[in-house]
């Protein structure tokens, strides 16, 4: 099981949430899981949770054990400070702030209905490379090299149009399109299309006059 699993069950409510206790049998009732952060730091900001008698407004953290919580020293980071629940799957050590004060931990196992579980086995377990994969030894080589050719231009037809409507774009300057595409590549997948739209917005004029000055 992963981390992410877990993300999942607590962002959506995956889980029974009307019969929640802590490890120490306290009622927990859950009025906003937090906002997913995805970030350094704890897994949900500013969650607002009733444990017990009290209202609490804070951080949850998300682990597959208790211990994780030392495995992973955040008794000693600052910004765990403010984690008034810890999930997780697996209760099997209780946790304390820096300053020795308990927080509170839901074993989510406890309230999570075998179906979910299941279904996220059943995603987890090892695919095959592709469907066909067992049948591909079947098929005669020289279709599967005529089929291979043909995805290879394909690509190069999709990778060449976009060159030739940039080139249409700027007028036929090669140098325009080179700067843009270096900038879409510096970018990679993550960034690539922000990168690619700055570069277009720049006239590249400025861009070769920048480079004879210097």
């Known amino acids: 099981m992963k981390e ?7 962002k959506f409510k995956k889980f029974d949430t009307l019969n929640l ?3 120490k049998s306290e009622d927990i009732t859950i009025s906003n899981v937090g906002q997913y952060l995805e970030l350094a730091g704890p897994d949900f900001f500013n969650a607002q949770i009733t444990i017990g008698d009290q209202k ?24 765990y400070e403010n984690v008034i629940l810890h999930v ?20 989510l196992k406890n309230y999570v ?4 579980l299941d279904s996220y086995q059943l995603l987890m377990k090892p695919k095959s490379w592709i469907f066909c ?26 990778k060449s149009k976009s060159i030739n409507d940039l080139l249409e774009q700027t ?18 997948n993550t960034n690539g ?17 920048e480079s004879f000055e210097q």
């Open 171 to 188: 007028n036929n300057d090669w140098e325009a399109v080179l700067f843009c595409l270096l900038a879409k590549n510096f970018g990679l």
């Open 56 to 79: 609490w407004a804070g951080n949850v953290e998300i682990h597959l054990k208790s211990s994780d919580w030392y495995v992973y020293q955040h008794e000693n980071d600052a910004a």
């Open 88 to 107: 997780v799957w697996e209760h099997d050590i209780e946790i304390f702030r820096k300053n020795n004060i308990e927080i509170a931990v839901l074993e």
């Open 21 to 23: 206790k802590t490890s």
């Open 193 to 209: 299309d922000v990168f690619f739209k700055i570069a277009k917005s720049i006239p590249f004029s400025t861009i070769r006059k």
């Open 133 to 158: 994969e067992k049948q591909i030894s079947t098929i005669d080589d020289f279709v599967v090299r005529n089929w291979q050719e043909r995805l290879f231009f394909e690509r190069l037809e999709r």
């Open 4 to 10: 992410d699993f877990l993300h999942y069950l607590w």
């Open 113 to 116: 209905d075998k179906s979910v």
